[in-house]
């Protein structure tokens, strides 16, 4: 299973303890804030793209939606998700649960600047049921983010 992925991954940084499992879903940005706790917003969910025949996984604000235009001026294609086939096949996750952790090889992961405004948030863990709240700086680095992109809107003020 996918969360066994992310717990060893997160074992081997020594922060497996912090992995949650609830007995609801939060396969859902509303599920999952119900289960966390926390403002919608503060989930990180992560998209996952085709992009130049490659799979990429963009993690941005539980508020925040893809803007087609600067998605295109950024990785150069039409913003195209994968199905959930696709996402078990190339990412390593199953949709609900996927996460920028414990991906297959050849996954580039990019944070979206949504994020930033926030001290914590809370990415999934691989399953439809699991999250861990992370600081920006810790999800930057468990995450090995490619880089930061601004590819979202809805969550500006001026959105």
């Known amino acids: 299973m996918s969360i066994d992925k992310v717990r060893a991954y997160f074992r081997s940084l020594g922060i497996e303890d912090r992995v949650m499992e609830f007995e609801e879903s939060s396969a859902t940005v509303e599920l999952a804030a119900h289960a966390v706790g926390c403002e919608p917003r503060r989930i990180a969910k992560t998209l996952s793209f085709m992009a130049d025949g490659h799979p990429i996984l963009i ?11 600067n998605y295109k001026a950024r990785f ?3 913003a195209k998700m ?3 086939e696709e996402a078990v096949e190339l990412v390593g996750h199953a949709v609900g649960g996927v996460c920028p952790f414990a991906v297959n090889d050849g996954v580039t992961v990019y944070l979206d600047e949504s994020l930033k405004r926030f001290d914590t948030v809370f990415p999934a863990c691989g ?6 709240e992370l600081t920006i700086p810790e999800l930057e680095k468990y995450s090995g ?13 001026e959105d």
């Open 59 to 69: 993690v941005a604000a539980g508020d925040a939606k893809v803007d087609n235009h």
């Open 76 to 78: 150069g294609t039409k």
């Open 82 to 84: 994968l199905s959930p």
């Open 127 to 132: 399953s439809a049921n699991s999250a861990i």
């Open 145 to 157: 983010s490619a880089a930061w992109v601004d590819v979202c809107r809805g969550w500006r003020d």
